[in-house]
């Protein structure tokens, strides 16, 4: 326990990926397997069962430490995170543990895995007991267990990145082995690290990269004397040529334009029996679009696809936003409920590999016609094989592993989730500039062109693939409130709440924090700390003085906003110090924005 809790406490103070693996390797590298094997699935698992109350840890910290409960709220209040007062509440432990120091496995598999069978007082005297023989690093640790509260805040990809180098094994094959890792034990963890099979080929191909035409914005960039800290003027620079109009490219009939969806951008695999679906920075995604997973078997051997994730309900006529695939993500592996709610869909745009052939180095216009056969071939066998499992009476509530992937046989029940973009016709960048203001009628963000006899690579110096964004909406807003990071324990103000007028009071009409700069960031927090003038939880309101212009794809109604407006993906485009408080845009502007699609 000692070990891990130094682990944490090692990616807790640092946000480089670099450190992280290394504080990984170290930790892998040295600890005993048994132990290993639960850190790994702490580290991974969607979550860790909810034991306790918060209260209840309330109530027997006061006892304990003989503290009137009021104050052991108020401390919980103002720290903001229960886990960590409580831990630091405590005398330190008068007694060892008999055995020497607690280890993790021990930890898990006798005191945490058994509490929830316990009565209420036995719970208490195991909790006090555990507590007497944990120092406060450790009984933070161990508090965030019992209440299901443990983050460690490092993806499924970086321990997947440092176990590969402690096995001499890739990242990817090491991330398929996670991914059935259903048994937290010392010999299933030691099998993690066997050398690598030949037939464990699971590495994604490097994504193709496009450049962006930069749309000029509509209130222009601010004078010179108004970029500070706050600003973010562009942003980083793209890394290929510039253009601002499509017809700097070329003849139109060189070109293929598709909407450019809202969505999560993967890379489907099938080669063998295994299935992945792996995102754009190389996280292995399976566990979380089970359905993608089960259709995906329907895909022949040796197929690698290209293409979107987006929620898309059978009879609606587009799909949905980022925020709803984003919803799927917080929840880790889905529920059944869940997948119905918020049914997802693979948008497929490109073909890589084909029967275990890499495809890349063919022409676009090949690679598609090679896509839509297969996708039609894959979408009849689905059906027959959903046909006979059917026949057959398999249950589609069939049990699910550790990280939520159902067996193969569940899933050929569900409709086959794999489309082929749509190409959208034109013949001049003229009339692609006419359908392009269409796009928010599509659920889209832009549009992506790539020239038809270009091959997949993934460099954005080629310029074969290009975004055409939307042009963002824009407002002038107020900063009114700010939460502080889950990330850190430093807990720097990183998300924002931002207001505008009506009828003399400012209404809140959304959340970011995407926008700002490193020294921005810095300043920010400054300013909050220096103006807090209330605080509701771990949520701290702000003296309304520092008006923001975000920019913002949408906008739509909202029962949970005061305003009945929400913006959606708002990011900060900069900080207006020209502009006073009182000057702010109003709600009557921000309604003329919305999208009756939303409402």
């Not at 509490?115 to 005297?125: K, M, P, T, V």
């Not at 850190?488 to 924002?496: I, Q, V």
């Not at 305003?563 to 993906?569: A, D, E, N, T, Y």
Request: aromatic letters at 6%.
């Amino acid at each position: 326990m000692i070990h891990f809790t130094r682990l944490f406490n090692e990616l807790d103070e640092t946000s480089r990926p670099t450190e992280e693996s290394a504080a990984l390797e170290r930790y892998f590298g040295a600890a005993p397997a048994a132990d290993a094997a639960w850190a790994l699935h702490l580290l991974v698992a969607a979550k860790t069962p909810r034991a306790l109350k918060n209260s209840q840890l309330r109530e027997w910290i006061a006892v304990a430490a003989g503290l009137p409960s009021w104050l052991v709220d108020e401390s919980c209040e103002t720290v903001g995170d229960v886990a960590e007062t409580l831990a630091l509440l405590l005398p330190d432990p008068e007694t060892v543990a008999t055995n020497g120091p607690l280890p993790l496995q021990r930890l898990v598999t006798e005191r945490l895995l058994p509490l929830a069978g316990l009565g209420e007082e036995a719970q208490r005297d195991l909790v006090l007991a555990t507590w007497r023989e944990l120092d406060a690093p450790q009984r933070f640790i161990w508090n965030k267990l019992v209440t299901g509260s443990f983050r460690a805040g490092v993806s499924r990809t970086q321990v997947a990145q440092a176990l590969g180098k402690l096995a001499g094994v890739s990242a990817a094959v090491m991330a398929h082995r996670i991914l059935g890792f259903a048994e937290p034990n010392e010999d299933a963890f030691l099998a993690l690290l066997a050398a690598e099979s030949p037939g464990e080929n699971f590495q994604p191909y490097p994504f193709h990269t496009a450049n962006e035409i930069r749309v000029p914005v509509r209130h222009g960039e601010p004078p010179t004397e108004h970029l500070d800290l706050f600003s973010r003027p562009g942003g980083t620079p793209p890394t290929g040529p510039a253009i601002t109009r499509p017809e700097e490219l070329g003849s139109a009939s060189d070109w293929q334009a598709e909407w450019l969806l809202d969505g999560l951008r993967v890379q489907v695999m099938r080669r063998g029996h295994a299935v992945l679906v792996w995102s754009l920075d190389e996280e292995l995604l399976t566990s979380e679009f089970p359905e993608i997973a089960g259709a995906a078997r329907s895909l022949p051997d040796g197929t690698v696809l290209d293409g979107d994730l987006v929620v898309w309900p059978e009879g609606d006529v587009r799909p949905r936003t980022r925020a709803d695939i984003e919803q799927r993500r917080a929840h880790g592996a889905p529920s059944a409920a869940l997948r119905r709610k918020l049914p997802v869909v693979f948008i497929a745009r490109d073909l890589l590999e084909a029967v275990g052939v890499d495809q890349r180095g063919r022409p676009l216009h090949i690679r598609r016609r090679q896509l839509t056969e297969i996708l039609v071939s894959a979408a009849d066998h689905h059906r027959e094989a959903k046909a006979i499992r059917a026949a057959l009476g398999s249950a589609d509530g069939s049990q699910m592993d550790l990280f939520g992937s159902p067996p193969a046989a569940a899933a050929h029940h569900a409709p086959f989730r794999f489309r082929a973009s749509s190409l959208v016709p034109f013949t001049s960048w003229e009339q692609l500039a006419s359908l392009r203001r269409e796009a928010r009628s599509h659920n889209a963000v832009g549009l992506i062109l790539t020239r038809t006899k270009s091959c997949y690579g993934a460099s954005a110096e080629t310029a074969a693939c290009w975004i055409w964004p939307i042009e963002p909406l824009l407002i002038n807003a107020v900063l009114i409130a700010a939460l502080p990071s889950q990330r850190t324990s430093a807990r720097p103000f990183s998300d924002y709440t931002f207001a505008v007028w009506n009828e003399g009071e400012l209404v809140p009409i959304g959340k970011t924090g995407v926008g700002l700069l490193d020294g921005g960031l810095r300043a920010l927090d400054d300013f909050i700390r220096a103006h807090i003038t209330g605080k509701f939880g771990p949520v701290r309101s702000v003296k309304p003085e520092l008006v923001f212009e975000l920019e913002f794809d949408s906008v739509q109604a909202s029962t949970r906003h005061k305003s009945g407006l929400l913006v959606r993906s708002a990011r900060i485009r900069r900080r207006r110090p020209d502009l006073p408080a009182e000057e702010a845009d109003t709600l009557d502007a921000l309604r003329l924005l919305l999208d009756p699609r939303l409402s």
